[in-house]
């Protein structure tokens, strides 16, 4: 899922930022989510501080008096992957600041010209970028869905033979075959049962004795076999 985070005090352009990305997304059949924001606050910080992937940031640089570009480097410290679209309309006056700065990002966009143009155009390519990094994509009941691998935690196989895809914040039930999965994902992804396999490098806790594992977000399963152990053991 595409994740995208706007940030601007202006109502008006928020809603023109929508109109955007809702027109690049119909194009591209696949599960996206917005959050709106009028300000860089807690909730802001939370959704940035947020472990999902396949985020695209639409910020401006001037909101209530905070910078888009500490907030660009809040961002990097911990997140290389995102993608940063920086729409103002000062650009003149920003202009230096953004060629020099190291914060990686995208695109800068000026609001007085044809703004709206060059974001859809920025958005596609943000959208070609991200699927290039380390991510599983399948089609089920005409959906595409394109998930970032760090942010699986694990995939569990049910009675049915169904598929359960359990990410940092979300389920996603497919008919496929566990079997496929694995053949999709990389080597940090292991076999915690033969019905479930999980993201090694998001366990921070094994039960040995209980079978159970947590993840870093405090999620878990008892899809545990006798087998199961840690690299370190």
């Known amino acids: 899922m595409i994740h995208y985070i706007v940030c601007d005090d202006k109502a008006v352009f928020r809603e023109e930022v929508v109109q955007v990305i809702d027109r690049v997304m119909m194009h591209n059949n696949m599960e996206y989510e917005k959050y709106l924001f009028d300000c860089y606050d807690e909730k802001f910080m939370e959704v940035l501080n947020h472990k999902t992937s396949l985020k695209i940031y ?13 907030i660009a480097k809040l961002i990097r410290k911990n997140d290389i992957d995102s993608m940063l679209i920086f729409c ?3 650009y003149q006056k920003y202009e230096k600041d953004m060629l020099k700065s190291r914060f990686l990002f995208l695109d800068f966009i000026d609001k007085n010209g044809d703004y709206q143009k060059e974001l859809e155009e ?13 991510i599983i994509r399948f089609k ?12 699986i935690l694990y995939i569990m196989r049910d009675k049915d033979r169904k ?8 389920q996603i039930i497919v008919n496929k075959p566990l079997v496929e999965f694995k053949k999709m994902l990389d080597d940090r992804f ?39 152990h840690m690299k370190d053991e």
């Open 58 to 70: 639409i910020l401006d640089i001037e909101v209530h008096g905070k910078s888009g570009i500490n």
């Open 88 to 90: 103002t309309a000062y």
């Open 190 to 228: 292991v076999y915690s049962h033969r019905a479930c396999i999980v993201n090694y490098d998001r366990i921070i806790q094994f039960d040995k004795k209980n079978r159970t594992i947590l993840f870093d977000n405090h999620m878990g399963t008892d899809l545990v076999s006798s087998r199961f």
């Open 122 to 134: 920025s958005i596609t390519y943000a959208l070609k970028t991200l699927s290039m990094k380390k």
């Open 163 to 170: 598929c359960t895809i359990q990410t940092t914040d979300n």
């Open 140 to 151: 089920n009941q005409n959906i595409i869905h394109t998930i970032a691998m760090n942010d």
